[in-house]
């Protein structure tokens, strides 16, 4: 299912919903363009947002593009640790929604 061959079909998406899909595009360029972030923790960023939502496409792209910024490999390593933190932190306080209150 998850192949980076599907992505080809971007093109199809753009063919049928070509405003939507370029204002996407243009959204996507401007919120990953170095600012008062700079590009390389954005990606680290995005890296750690793909990891939670496990994203296949996401975590291949952002992951050679954090390299390509300068990341390392401590950092990527590091952001997987922080998407794990998030997520089990996630569901230590949702659970508090199970729980009576005593």
């Known amino acids: 299912m998850y192949d980076m061959k599907n992505l080809r079909k971007l093109k199809s998406l753009e063919a049928n919903a070509p405003e939507a899909i370029k204002a996407f595009w243009a ?3 401007a919120a990953m363009a ?3 972030i700079p590009g ?3 990606e ?3 890296l750690a947002v793909a990891f939670t939502t496990q994203c ?3 975590i291949e792209i952002h992951s ?8 390392s490999e401590p950092e990527i390593a590091e952001s997987v640790a922080v998407a794990a933190a998030l997520r089990a932190g ?3 306080t949702h659970g508090t929604h ?3 209150d005593a």
């Open 27 to 29: 959204f996507d360029k």
């Open 34 to 36: 170095a600012g008062a």
């Open 40 to 42: 390389k923790y954005k």
């Open 44 to 46: 680290l960023m995005a």
């Open 56 to 58: 296949p496409y996401c």
């Open 64 to 71: 050679k593009r954090a390299r390509e910024a300068g990341a």
């Open 90 to 92: 996630a569901a230590i």
């Open 98 to 100: 199970a729980l009576q």
